[in-house]
């Protein structure tokens, strides 16, 4: 079983939905969570960065952390074209290595 | 403008042959990063390092090398040990103690 794992989509909604992307991990310590977004032949790029639980809005972008569930999610509101990239869930258990387990990634395509 | 570089963009590798990859920050950061990326599974970790002189294996280490001579610096050398290398290689880098890793927009190796 992977420590992190994460539907690979793809995912098609129209322009203007509400996407909904999650990851759910099996290690109890992981801490910190993060989402990138990573465009074709780019590097990921960070959206949201959440230590422990609960959540963080920035924009049309919302972050959710249910530790007790070890659950969380990425939520776009009013999705854009611009939006279609590979979401990246990421997390680590210590600040001091800073060791990231990635989740696979989700394809996602906002159709105009 | 602050960031991190990565040469080349795009790299070829014959038979029996080592490349290195190149990899430079001007963000003042103490940690750097090498992950290998592949369809369908996400990041691996190969090295990492979090201070000058220093440096650690990390899950995928096997057929690579690194050197940390500067802080700004971290080469990944691709050897002829590593059957499989054709892949998109990320560095990353970040400050140490729980801060989230910034990405270059990656290195894609190819088998001649």
């Avoid at chain 2, 080469?75 to 270059?104: D, E, I, R, W």
Wanted: aromatic share 12%; charged share 20%; with cysteine.
């Amino acid at each position: 079983q992977k420590e992190v794992e994460q539907d690979p989509g793809p995912l098609s909604v129209p322009e203007g939905a509400i996407v909904s992307l999650n990851c759910t991990y099996s290690n109890s310590a992981f801490q910190y969570f993060m989402w990138y977004r990573q465009y074709s032949r780019k590097g990921p790029e960070l959206l949201m960065y959440t230590y422990s639980s609960g959540n963080k809005e920035d924009g049309r972008f919302t972050a959710q952390v249910d530790k007790s569930s070890k659950y969380i999610s990425l939520f776009i509101r009013d999705s854009q074209p611009s939006d279609s990239a590979t979401y990246l869930c990421a997390m680590s258990a210590s600040g001091a290595t800073n060791k990231l387990i990635f989740g696979t990634g989700t394809l996602l395509a906002v159709q105009p | 403008d602050g960031g991190i570089t990565q040469s080349p963009k795009y790299l070829f590798r014959k038979e029996g042959q080592n490349v290195t990859l190149s990899c430079e920050q001007n963000l003042n950061h103490d940690a750097m990063y090498w992950y290998r990326q592949d369809p369908g599974q996400g990041l691996r970790l190969i090295y990492y390092s979090q201070i000058v002189n220093d440096f650690q294996k990390g899950d995928i280490a096997e057929g690579y090398s690194v050197s940390r001579e500067k802080k700004e610096s971290f080469p990944l050398t691709v050897t002829s040990a590593q059957k499989n290398p054709t892949a998109f290689y990320l560095c990353a880098s970040t400050h140490t103690g729980g801060q989230p890793q910034h990405f270059g927009d990656g290195t894609r190796l190819s088998i001649l």
